[in-house]
């Protein structure tokens, strides 16, 4: 009998929130790729063009560190909206308990 | 009965099997699944009703505001919050059950494989290794057949199960005659699943192994009924073991893109969709851009091939690319064997990152000799055009390139020509260039294998003709397409004459290329004549005047010209009465089919003196 009452939150938990949860992920990964976030962070001290150049090294640096921190930026906006959906449903199952406590107090 | 059941698998891992927890709904766990989705439907919509009701009721009566929906006071919100609870219950019940026990218990095969890979435990128990089809099927044919188990489970699987329409469509049988010859067939037979449980299970973890899919699915308990249980009946319709073996072939290549597709659906959000280099780090290509596609982002666009059969190549080719020093290899195989295709499995395994980690980030890409052939106005700019090819290609690295038919560089009839071949030598192992070259048998004889240093820089890899069943695997899928786009129906044995006769005509092709296109001769014959079904007399016409001889069945004026052979040949010789009996008899065998298809005909050695009526 108990199991009836407890699989299906284990059920939400375990299928429900984590299958949301790694697309969200991936969402935001798919973001970080497509404004090219990802590669330019990783080669963020190597020079444009492989032009070794002290000048290019700084143009390089200048240009990539400000491409991360707007792709990133714009990233995580686009990802806000998912992310607060994410966490209603991370509390759904504990609102009508909520609610409960509070008819009862 | 045990509740648990052992099973030892060819590798020797010992798994344990819940029968109780297997079989608990005795018979009814269809109907029950069935009642689960509808009753979960049902609670889903009254959840949705109860909690979009009451803030309906608040509108209506003017009473709704922000503010109250936190207002636990409200009757109507109570019950709304109570609502939340039936929508996740019914969402519950209507779940995808496999996806649910696989997230319970985070295992399937795929997961138990690797942990038998790197693990040294012996023992798992295995709950979730089955799909839920198969668990009904079983369910329901133990519960109502438990002594008759495996009649009941063939029948079930010839008459009800989905994947019934495999056995049609791959092998070619009728299903009604089928079902009768394995309903005679196992009369005499014990099948009752007290004895044959341990075996039978581990024949389906096998094959579900072989075939490398994540659950027991219908598909695999068909795979294994055939190979196991089914082979001495199927014999009756003709249908070999090779046959067999080339259909599960097939299914684990079914599978392997099934896991292919499925697993690019994860990586396609990390992978880049444009030009790979974008964090602008290396140079620029454009010679190799112009002269060069790529055939990686090809595959993307246009979906996965995989080549059936060919995995020992693929691993050489492979082992060979990791290699640190001269990392090139040349593919050897006759026009039409396959190896622009097994150029694109390559492309495919790189995508889905199926290869080593060396060459996961790397894309492949083809140089067209012919373009470059074209563009170039002397042999010295030829020359030009190549070396800036490999050296763009050195300085972009992670990159994999491939020539196809490269002895069209090697037959340069030139003084450059052993200058060029230097230059590729050079290039490929000064800097370790990843080449992948392509060649026919008889130009790798003809212009590599006289260069000793090039012979010795490249691996060669044969791609062979593909075995008549895998060959016939192939053809299917073929017949599968052109069916569609002609609206006609081929029939598998007029497949099978095919391949049946593949060596006996147009030697300069080989298989699955002539194969095809014989079919597709045999789409505008039929077209032309307005047949709606290929079938074997029709392929028999085409065969009989690509070889010059009649092939299928002996017709009646045939067959009076065969038994008077011997007098036939007597209007024209006198005498000999030893070698025209032998060259009749020869001649009559040969057409009854009872000679080795390898061999010829009839081989004559007329040797007489001078003048003697030879000829």
Known sequence: MLDIFLKPFYWWYAVIVRSYFIYLFLNYSFYLNKTDTIPMFKNIFVPLFGRKGITNRIISLFLRFWWVVFGFTFSTVLIIPMFLFGILLLILPFLPIIQTYRIVT | ?615
Request: hydrophobic letters at 40%; glycine letters at 4%; charged letters at 30%.
């Open chain 2, 1 to 615: 009965m045990n509740e648990m059941l052992e099973i030892t698998t060819s590798n020797n891992t010992k798994i344990i099997l819940n029968l109780e927890d297997l079989f608990k709904f005795r018979g009814e766990r269809k109907n029950r699944d069935y009642f689960d989705k509808r009753l979960g439907s049902l609670l889903f919509i009254l959840g949705i009703i109860l909690l979009v009701i009451p803030y309906f009721w608040l509108i209506y009566n003017s009473r709704f505001s922000f503010k109250e929906l936190w207002n636990p006071t409200e009757p109507g919100l109570i019950i709304s919050n109570i609502s939340i609870f039936l929508i996740i219950y019914g969402l519950y019940l209507k779940r995808d059950k496999k996806v649910f026990d696989s997230s319970l218990h985070l295992e399937d095969l795929s997961d138990l494989r690797k942990k038998i890979k790197n693990n040294a435990q012996k023992v798992y128990e295995l709950e979730n290794a089955f799909s839920v089809e198969v668990l009904q099927i079983l369910d329901e044919v133990y519960a109502k057949h438990k002594d008759f188990f495996l009649v009941a489970l063939s029948d079930y699987m010839v008459s009800v199960s989905k994947e019934k329409k495999l056995l049609e469509s791959r092998l070619g049988l009728d299903l009604k005659s089928l079902k009768n010859a394995l309903l005679e067939h196992f009369k005499t037979k014990t099948t009752s699943f007290e004895v044959m449980a341990a075996e039978f299970f581990r024949d389906l973890l096998d094959k579900a192994n072989f075939i490398e899919s994540d659950y027991i699915d219908e598909k695999i308990l068909l795979a294994t009924l055939i190979e196991k249980y089914w082979k001495e009946v199927l014999r009756e319709f003709e249908i070999t073991e090779l046959d067999i073996k080339g259909f599960i072939l097939w299914l684990k290549n079914e599978q392997k893109n099934l896991n292919y597709q499925k697993k690019w659906k994860r990586l396609s959000k990390l992978k880049p969709k444009g030009p790979i280099n974008r964090a602008y780090t290396s140079r620029a290509t454009p010679m190799l851009d112009e002269f060069g596609y790529n055939l990686t982002a090809r595959i993307i666009d246009r979906g996965f091939s995989i080549s059936i059969g060919r995995e020992n190549e693929i691993n050489t080719l492979l082992q060979t690319l990791e290699q640190e020093s001269s990392a090139a290899a040349i593919i050897i195989g006759e026009p039409g064997v396959g190896k622009t295709h097994f150029l694109e499995y390559l492309a495919t395994r790189m995508i889905i990152e199926d290869v080593p980690k060396e060459l996961r980030d790397s894309r492949l890409v083809v140089v067209d000799l012919n373009k470059v052939f074209a563009k170039a106005g002397s042999i010295d700019h030829f020359k030009q055009i190549l070396q800036q090819i490999l050296e763009e290609v050195v300085e972009s690295k992670s990159l994999i390139i491939a020539f196809e038919d490269f002895s069209q560089i090697l037959s340069i009839r030139t003084e450059g020509r052993m200058e060029i071949i230097n230059l590729v030598m050079n290039m490929i192992t000064r800097y370790n260039i990843k080449t992948i070259t392509t060649t026919t048998l008889s130009d790798y004889y003809k212009y590599v294998k006289p260069i000793k240093t090039l012979a010795a820089l490249f691996t060669p890899i044969n791609l062979n003709e593909p075995s008549k069943e895998v060959t016939l695997q192939i053809l299917l899928d073929e017949v599968k397409q052109l069916e569609k786009k002609h609206n006609l129906t081929i029939q598998v044995s007029a497949v099978k004459r095919i391949v049946e006769f593949g060596n006996e005509f147009d030697f300069e092709r080989v298989m699955p290329d002539k194969g095809n296109r014989l079919l597709e001769e045999a789409v505008i014959r039929a077209e032309q004549n307005n047949f709606k079904v290929i079938d074997e007399d029709l392929i028999d016409e085409l065969l009989s005047e690509k070889i010059g001889v009649n092939v299928g069945e002996i017709r009646q004026d045939e067959a009076i010209k065969l038994r008077n052979l011997e007098e036939e040949m007597h209007k024209r010789v006198v005498g000999q009465e030893n070698a025209i009996s032998a060259v009749a008899s020869a001649l009559r065998r040969a057409r009854a089919g009872i000679i080795s298809s390898n061999r010829p005909s009839c081989f004559i050695f007329i040797l007489w003196s001078h003048r003697s009526w030879k000829n």
